[in-house]
């Protein structure tokens, strides 16, 4: 199976500052249609996960270009280029080239 | 927009079935996915079926107690979870497949 693992796993931020946040496959998630299917999410105290990105870097219709999403093979990132009160939450990856499997999370709060 | 069924209360040994109506697109166009949120676990994805022909794919952890079926007279995808321990006790999704848009998620929670 497939194991994902995020750090940091919690992450004080700065209103105003970047932030980031690094997930891990124990696989390459490179498909043999070459497409890598590693989505971000983002789930607000409270409400279901909503996605953000998807196959690394395209970002869901609607979604700040705040965020951005970028990696190959097995390191990905997620990026706020500026946080805002609404980005507080959990963020986490999930791969869908093997079957599908989620990232432990992270918490983003502000400091 | 995914609507899922409400809160349940369950005793060990018994069976669940939690229910998920889509509206706003063609129900077939997608798969209908099923995942956990146990307590302070990360989400744990248990299958999906697919409503045009209710065929299935099941993870490994899941087989032997979970069925997953979808009703296209009423957008409805089903999932049933036989044989409940406390382990069981979770938050249940639903979720698009391609898109991955979720319901709202039903808690069950297994308690005798």
């Known amino acids: 199976d497939v194991v994902l693992t995020q750090s940091p796993l919690s992450l004080p931020v700065t209103l105003g500052q970047p932030a980031a946040i690094s997930c891990r496959s124990s696989?390459?998630?490179?498909?043999?249609?070459?497409?890598?299917?590693l989505n971000w999410f983002h789930q607000r105290p409270g409400q279901s996960p909503r996605r953000l990105i998807y196959?690394?870097?395209t970002r869901v219709s609607g979604v700040p270009d705040r965020f951005s999403g970028s990696g190959s093979g097995t390191n990905f990132t997620l990026k706020i280029s500026r946080v805002e009160p609404d980005d507080v939450g959990i963020y986490f990856c999930?791969?869908?080239?093997?079957?599908?499997?989620f990232g432990p999370g992270t918490v983003v709060e502000v400091k | 927009q995914v609507e899922q069924s409400g809160a349940e209360v369950k005793k060990p040994g018994s069976t669940v079935r939690i229910f998920c109506k889509v509206s706003?697109?063609?129900?077939?166009?997608?798969?209908i996915h099923w995942i956990q949120q146990a307590p302070g676990k990360a989400f744990e994805w248990m299958g999906f079926?697919?409503?045009?022909?209710?065929?299935?794919l099941y993870a490994e952890n899941w087989r032997d107690r979970v069925t997953m079926t979808a009703d296209m007279s009423t957008d409805t995808a089903f999932v049933e979870v036989r044989s409940l321990t406390a382990a069981d006790t979770a938050i249940y999704y639903c979720?698009?497949?391609?898109?991955?848009?979720w319901g709202q998620g039903t808690q069950i929670i297994v308690s005798s």
């Open positions: 196959k690394v870097s």
């Open positions: 999930m791969q869908g080239t093997h079957l599908f499997t």
């Open positions: 979720a698009t497949g391609t898109k991955w848009v």
């Open positions: 696989q390459s998630l490179l498909y043999t249609d070459g497409n890598t299917y």
């Open positions: 706003g697109y063609t129900f077939t166009d997608y798969f």
């Open positions: 079926v697919d409503p045009e022909n209710n065929k299935t």
